[in-house]
Protein backbone atom coordinates (compact mmCIF):
# COMPACT_ATOMS: atom_id res chain seq x y z
CA UNK A 1 0.00 0.00 0.00
CA UNK A 2 3.06 2.56 0.71
CA UNK A 3 4.94 1.64 -2.40
CA UNK A 4 1.41 2.24 -4.88
CA UNK A 5 0.71 5.27 -2.75
CA UNK A 6 4.36 6.77 -3.22
CA UNK A 7 4.22 5.75 -7.26
CA UNK A 8 0.54 7.95 -7.00
CA UNK A 9 1.90 10.80 -5.60
CA UNK A 10 5.51 10.83 -7.97
CA UNK A 11 2.91 10.35 -11.06
CA UNK A 12 1.03 13.04 -9.95
CA UNK A 13 2.66 15.67 -10.14
CA UNK A 14 4.26 15.01 -13.77
CA UNK A 15 0.83 14.16 -15.74
CA UNK A 16 -0.59 17.29 -15.16
CA UNK A 17 2.42 19.34 -16.74
CA UNK A 18 2.96 16.47 -19.52
CA UNK A 19 1.31 19.17 -22.59
CA UNK A 20 3.02 22.23 -21.28
CA UNK A 21 6.20 21.19 -19.75
CA UNK A 22 8.55 21.79 -22.41
CA UNK A 23 7.34 25.22 -23.43
CA UNK A 24 8.15 26.31 -19.51
CA UNK A 25 10.79 24.38 -18.68
CA UNK A 26 13.14 25.23 -22.20
CA UNK A 27 12.19 28.43 -21.26
CA UNK A 28 13.83 29.11 -18.28
CA UNK A 29 16.59 26.12 -18.65
CA UNK A 30 17.36 25.74 -22.60
CA UNK A 31 20.97 26.21 -21.83
CA UNK A 32 21.15 23.97 -19.09
CA UNK A 33 18.86 21.58 -21.05
CA UNK A 34 21.76 21.55 -24.24
CA UNK A 35 24.90 21.45 -21.99
CA UNK A 36 23.20 18.30 -20.65
CA UNK A 37 22.47 16.77 -24.27
CA UNK A 38 26.13 18.06 -24.78
CA UNK A 39 27.66 16.18 -22.11
CA UNK A 40 26.00 12.51 -22.79
CA UNK A 41 26.95 13.12 -26.39
CA UNK A 42 30.70 13.28 -25.10
CA UNK A 43 30.62 10.37 -23.83
CA UNK A 44 28.53 8.33 -26.36
CA UNK A 45 29.82 6.25 -29.47
CA UNK A 46 27.68 4.43 -31.45
CA UNK A 47 28.05 1.19 -30.46
CA UNK A 48 27.01 2.60 -26.94
CA UNK A 49 23.21 1.38 -25.39
CA UNK A 50 21.82 3.57 -22.69
CA UNK A 51 18.74 4.26 -20.56
CA UNK A 52 17.20 7.03 -19.22
CA UNK A 53 15.29 7.00 -16.21
CA UNK A 54 12.98 9.28 -15.72
CA UNK A 55 12.88 10.53 -18.81
CA UNK A 56 9.98 12.94 -18.75
CA UNK A 57 9.21 14.38 -22.51
CA UNK A 58 12.36 13.16 -23.49
CA UNK A 59 14.00 16.16 -23.96
CA UNK A 60 17.62 14.72 -22.91
CA UNK A 61 16.53 10.93 -24.83
CA UNK A 62 15.82 12.75 -28.03
CA UNK A 63 18.88 15.07 -28.54
CA UNK A 64 21.25 11.94 -27.84
CA UNK A 65 19.34 9.39 -29.42
CA UNK A 66 21.49 9.59 -32.87
CA UNK A 67 24.73 9.38 -31.16
CA UNK A 68 23.95 5.97 -29.43
CA UNK A 69 23.14 2.56 -31.08
CA UNK A 70 19.85 2.49 -29.21
CA UNK A 71 18.22 4.09 -26.33
CA UNK A 72 15.32 3.02 -24.25
CA UNK A 73 13.88 5.57 -21.56
CA UNK A 74 11.43 5.14 -18.90
CA UNK A 75 8.73 7.02 -17.02
CA UNK A 76 6.37 6.74 -14.38
CA UNK A 77 3.71 9.44 -16.20
CA UNK A 78 1.83 7.66 -19.35
CA UNK A 79 1.26 11.26 -20.53
CA UNK A 80 4.96 12.34 -20.53
CA UNK A 81 5.96 9.01 -22.52
CA UNK A 82 3.40 9.97 -24.49
CA UNK A 83 4.68 13.72 -25.46
CA UNK A 84 7.85 12.24 -25.54
CA UNK A 85 7.01 8.76 -28.67
CA UNK A 86 5.17 11.82 -30.49
CA UNK A 87 8.29 14.17 -30.69
CA UNK A 88 10.12 10.89 -31.65
CA UNK A 89 7.89 9.96 -34.60
CA UNK A 90 8.13 13.43 -35.61
CA UNK A 91 12.18 13.54 -35.59
CA UNK A 92 11.87 10.17 -37.58
CA UNK A 93 14.37 8.20 -34.88
CA UNK A 94 14.01 4.90 -35.07
CA UNK A 95 16.52 3.74 -32.04
CA UNK A 96 14.80 4.96 -29.39
CA UNK A 97 12.09 2.80 -26.89
CA UNK A 98 10.06 4.92 -24.68
CA UNK A 99 8.04 2.81 -21.66
CA UNK A 100 5.97 3.78 -18.82
CA UNK A 101 7.14 1.95 -15.58
CA UNK A 102 8.53 3.04 -12.28
CA UNK A 103 12.02 3.84 -12.09
CA UNK A 104 12.71 1.94 -8.87
CA UNK A 105 11.80 -1.52 -10.94
CA UNK A 106 12.78 -1.34 -14.50
CA UNK A 107 12.09 -4.27 -16.51
CA UNK A 108 15.44 -4.72 -18.24
CA UNK A 109 18.36 -7.63 -16.68
CA UNK A 110 21.44 -7.23 -14.88
CA UNK A 111 23.82 -5.07 -16.68
CA UNK A 112 21.85 -4.02 -19.72
CA UNK A 113 23.26 -0.72 -20.95
CA UNK A 114 26.63 1.01 -21.17
CA UNK A 115 25.26 4.24 -20.33
CA UNK A 116 22.05 5.14 -17.63
CA UNK A 117 20.95 8.75 -17.22
CA UNK A 118 19.07 10.45 -14.34
CA UNK A 119 18.31 14.19 -14.69
CA UNK A 120 16.22 16.17 -13.04
CA UNK A 121 15.00 13.90 -11.35
CA UNK A 122 16.92 12.93 -7.90
CA UNK A 123 15.57 15.63 -5.95
CA UNK A 124 12.03 15.57 -6.85
CA UNK A 125 11.57 11.78 -5.61
CA UNK A 126 10.98 9.80 -2.61
CA UNK A 127 14.04 7.48 -2.76
CA UNK A 128 17.46 8.60 -4.31
CA UNK A 129 19.05 6.10 -3.35
CA UNK A 130 16.28 3.68 -4.49
CA UNK A 131 17.15 4.76 -8.36
CA UNK A 132 20.22 5.07 -7.82
CA UNK A 133 20.64 1.38 -6.85
CA UNK A 134 18.49 0.62 -9.76
CA UNK A 135 20.92 2.56 -12.15
CA UNK A 136 24.18 0.41 -11.00
CA UNK A 137 22.29 -2.43 -10.99
CA UNK A 138 21.42 -2.11 -14.85
CA UNK A 139 25.06 -0.70 -16.02
CA UNK A 140 27.82 -2.63 -17.14
CA UNK A 141 30.56 -3.07 -15.08
CA UNK A 142 32.37 -0.13 -17.02
CA UNK A 143 29.66 1.58 -17.36
CA UNK A 144 28.96 5.22 -16.65
CA UNK A 145 25.95 7.19 -15.09
CA UNK A 146 25.11 10.73 -16.23
CA UNK A 147 23.76 12.90 -13.83
CA UNK A 148 22.14 16.51 -13.09
CA UNK A 149 20.09 17.53 -9.85
CA UNK A 150 18.93 20.56 -8.55
CA UNK A 151 20.36 21.68 -5.16
CA UNK A 152 18.42 23.37 -3.61
CA UNK A 153 20.41 24.35 -0.14
CA UNK A 154 23.53 26.19 -2.29
CA UNK A 155 23.81 29.74 -2.20
CA UNK A 156 21.06 31.79 -5.16
CA UNK A 157 20.27 35.45 -5.26
CA UNK A 158 17.46 36.61 -3.19
CA UNK A 159 14.93 36.45 -6.10
CA UNK A 160 15.69 32.86 -6.60
CA UNK A 161 15.58 32.24 -3.10
CA UNK A 162 12.10 33.16 -2.97
CA UNK A 163 11.10 31.49 -5.82
CA UNK A 164 12.55 28.28 -4.11
CA UNK A 165 10.31 29.11 -1.06
CA UNK A 166 7.03 28.68 -3.06
CA UNK A 167 8.42 25.34 -4.12
CA UNK A 168 8.84 24.70 -0.52
CA UNK A 169 4.91 25.58 0.31
CA UNK A 170 3.94 23.48 -2.41
CA UNK A 171 5.81 21.02 -0.66
CA UNK A 172 4.06 21.38 2.70
CA UNK A 173 0.81 21.52 0.91
CA UNK A 174 1.56 18.10 -1.09
CA UNK A 175 1.33 19.65 -4.66
CA UNK A 176 5.11 18.12 -4.65
CA UNK A 177 4.76 15.58 -2.67
CA UNK A 178 9.20 14.82 -2.55
CA UNK A 179 11.52 17.60 -2.32
CA UNK A 180 15.21 17.02 -1.21
CA UNK A 181 17.00 20.12 -0.67
CA UNK A 182 20.31 19.26 -1.60
CA UNK A 183 23.93 20.55 -1.62
CA UNK A 184 26.25 19.47 -4.02
CA UNK A 185 28.19 17.62 -1.47
CA UNK A 186 25.10 15.46 -0.45
CA UNK A 187 24.96 14.47 -3.87
CA UNK A 188 28.77 13.43 -4.18
CA UNK A 189 27.81 11.94 -0.72
CA UNK A 190 24.81 9.73 -2.00
CA UNK A 191 26.56 8.87 -5.27
CA UNK A 192 29.61 7.43 -2.92
CA UNK A 193 27.10 5.53 -0.80
CA UNK A 194 25.51 3.58 -3.54
CA UNK A 195 29.02 2.81 -4.65
CA UNK A 196 29.40 4.78 -7.74
CA UNK A 197 32.85 6.49 -8.04
CA UNK A 198 32.96 10.09 -9.12
CA UNK A 199 34.63 10.93 -12.73
CA UNK A 200 33.44 14.62 -13.19
CA UNK A 201 31.20 17.34 -12.12
CA UNK A 202 30.13 20.86 -13.29
CA UNK A 203 27.82 23.87 -13.17
CA UNK A 204 24.53 23.14 -15.62
CA UNK A 205 22.57 26.17 -14.46
CA UNK A 206 23.56 28.68 -11.94
CA UNK A 207 20.71 29.73 -9.92
CA UNK A 208 18.90 27.61 -9.33
CA UNK A 209 22.09 25.71 -8.84
CA UNK A 210 21.62 22.29 -11.23
CA UNK A 211 24.67 20.25 -10.81
CA UNK A 212 26.55 17.76 -13.24
CA UNK A 213 27.22 14.33 -12.07
CA UNK A 214 29.17 11.77 -14.44
CA UNK A 215 30.13 8.22 -12.13
CA UNK A 216 31.53 5.20 -12.72
CA UNK A 217 30.13 1.77 -11.65
CA UNK A 218 32.17 0.42 -8.35
CA UNK A 219 33.13 -3.03 -8.70
CA UNK A 220 32.23 -3.77 -5.65
CA UNK A 221 28.99 -3.05 -3.29
CA UNK A 222 28.80 -0.51 -0.42
CA UNK A 223 27.91 -2.03 2.62
CA UNK A 224 24.47 -0.27 2.43
CA UNK A 225 23.48 2.88 1.06
CA UNK A 226 22.31 5.68 3.51
CA UNK A 227 21.23 9.17 2.67
CA UNK A 228 22.76 11.84 4.97
CA UNK A 229 23.69 15.89 5.35
CA UNK A 230 20.53 16.32 3.62
CA UNK A 231 17.23 17.63 4.31
CA UNK A 232 14.45 15.03 4.26
CA UNK A 233 11.49 15.23 2.50
CA UNK A 234 9.03 17.40 3.93
CA UNK A 235 6.42 15.26 2.81
CA UNK A 236 6.34 11.31 2.62
CA UNK A 237 3.80 8.49 1.94
Known sequence: MEENTRQKKEKAVWE????GYDGSALK????????SIQKVRSILTPEKTVLEIGCGT???????????KSVAAVDISPRMIAEAERKAADASLSNV???VCDGYATPFEDGSFDVVLLFNTL?????????LREARRLLKPSGLLASATDCHAEPVPFPV????????????????????NFRKEDVNRLFKENSFSIVETGILHSAPVNYYLLASR?????????LTGAENPQKGA
Request: glycine residues 10%.
Open 58 to 68: GIVTLGIAPYA
Open 16 to 19: GQAS
Open 97 to 99: EFR
Open 218 to 226: EAESSQGAR
Open 161 to 180: RLMLGLQKVLNWIGFIPFLW
Open 28 to 35: MYRHAYDL
Open 123 to 131: HVVKEPSAL
